[in-house]
């Protein structure tokens, strides 16, 4: 976590072309976090993140910063859409639900990252058990030089399996049982619990010896969970997960707007929305959740909002949860040279995996520059003729384009096919000049 904020602009300038001012605010928030973290403890429980709340339309790239920042920061994070929770007393998931997802996450993350730092002791773990099933172990009666040849013989099947020479070998496994996992975060803590109890009971009903054949390459990969159970400190996993969640959570909050209640619709709407909005304002606000593993405190989990507003406006959600989102930043619009840009500067952009993609039969995609910048053109004429979807009319022009090619591939292999401008403009000009065409097809 220690980047300063012009390392994380740096960093999110080659995923995400422009909003500056985005990057920039999720930036110093970030940073912040890492300040609180080396204060005294008292002074860091004073210090409350500032929530940030993006505004901009489909496709500028408002989910997108804020997935490769998780990815770079490595905290738990979690993407949901605030359309999908309804008010307490109606069917559907609560507010809650996020909190815990979240802790899953997180739990993911810490497993991960302590499965990485005991592979050793876990690959021997794997290893002896199966070593152990191709060559018995000798009794203890055995002689001394029996004992010599079995270890000169147990060090010569170790390599084999190693080396994969034993991998289509079949060996009876016995392995622990595994109890059913319900992990639905919907759940409060207490059905969960009565779940876990029903898993424990489902584990114990098959009374028969837990006995597999199996190939050596499959009991691999059975014995790691095996040997992850068995070498992992669950507990100590549990705690870290729980103080990592709290303390540098992320949870982006997508289709904020959906939940507002418009001035303009005169009653008409679903008497949940401003309920979810009250139900938001004390997990944002910072309150105590129980999970199935444990309480986590949301007093310093980052929350980010983003919402298009085309409908509502920020001012349509309720007072005091606008006031639990001090950080107002509103993304641009993309224009042509933003859309060229994203075609061209960005890593594994649209056209390096198609590239990629095609290289698989044996061929090479190349696109001239001229044709790139008329597949911006079109795909910002398409923007503006229907519907604005940003960035992800990409996808769907390049799809139009590429499909002839991406079918006869195979009549290329070896070959080298380029996309020029003539190409591109020959088969999207008739759809993007027709409105009618252009909202069905792209």
Do not use: C, W
Not at 222 to 245: F, G, H, P, V
Not at 273 to 288: A, F, H, W, Y
């Amino acid at each position: 976590m220690n980047l300063t904020p012009k390392e994380i602009v740096a960093y999110l300038d080659d995923y995400v072309i422009s909003q500056r001012d985005a990057k920039k605010t999720i930036a110093l928030a970030l940073r912040t976090r890492y300040r609180r973290m080396q204060l005294d403890k008292k002074l860091q429980d004073e210090i409350t993140p500032k929530n940030i709340l993006m505004i901009g339309s489909t496709g500028v790239g408002k989910t997108e910063i804020s997935r490769r920042l998780a990815k770079m920061m490595k905290v738990p994070f979690i993407k949901v859409e605030a359309s999908k929770y309804t008010e307490v007393g109606f069917v559907g998931r609560d507010v809650e639900s996020m909190i815990r997802d979240l802790v899953t996450n997180s739990i993911t993350i810490v497993k991960a990252e302590q499965e990485e730092a005991n592979q050793g002791k876990m690959d021997n773990y794997i290893l002896n058990k199966i070593v152990e099933k191709l060559l018995p172990p000798l009794p203890e009666s055995a002689s001394e030089s029996k004992k010599d040849d079995y270890q000169r013989l147990l060090e010569v099947m170790e390599k084999r399996v190693q080396s994969g020479e034993m991998d289509e070998k079949i060996i009876e496994l016995e392995f622990d049982k595994i109890n059913v996992e319900f992990d639905d975060s919907n759940l409060p803590p207490e059905m969960a619990k009565v779940q876990e109890s029903f898993s424990q009971i489902f584990s114990t009903i098959n009374k028969q010896d837990n006995k597999k054949e199996v190939t050596v390459k499959d009991a691999k990969s059975i014995l790691k969970l095996e040997a992850s159970q068995k070498l992992l400190d669950t507990t100590s996993i549990n705690a870290e997960a729980l103080r990592r969640a709290e303390d540098g959570g992320i949870i982006f909050l997508d289709e904020i707007d959906k939940i507002a209640v418009s001035e303009k619709a005169q009653g008409r709407n679903d008497p949940s929305k401003e309920g979810v909005q009250r139900d938001l304002l004390p997990i944002v606000e910072g309150s105590s959740v129980t999970t199935k593993y444990g309480v986590i405190n949301t007093d310093h989990i980052l929350f980010i909002a983003a919402g298009a507003f085309h409908v509502s406006k920020p001012s349509d959600l309720i007072p005091e949860l606008q006031g639990r989102f001090p950080l107002r930043v509103e993304l641009e619009s993309l224009t042509e040279d933003t859309l060229y840009k994203i075609l061209t500067q960005t890593q594994n952009s649209l056209l390096k995996q198609y590239e990629a993609l095609l290289s698989v039969e044996g061929m090479t995609l190349t696109f001239e520059d001229e044709a790139v910048r008329a597949i911006a053109k079109l795909s910002h004429r398409a923007n503006e003729l229907t519907e604005d979807i940003g960035a992800r009319r990409l996808h769907t022009v390049l799809e139009k384009i590429l499909e002839e090619i991406s079918f006869k591939a195979d009549e290329y292999q070896n070959k080298t096919y380029t996309v020029t401008s003539e190409y591109v403009h020959e088969k999207l000009d008739e759809v993007v000049e027709d409105e009618d065409l252009s909202r069905y097809i792209l």
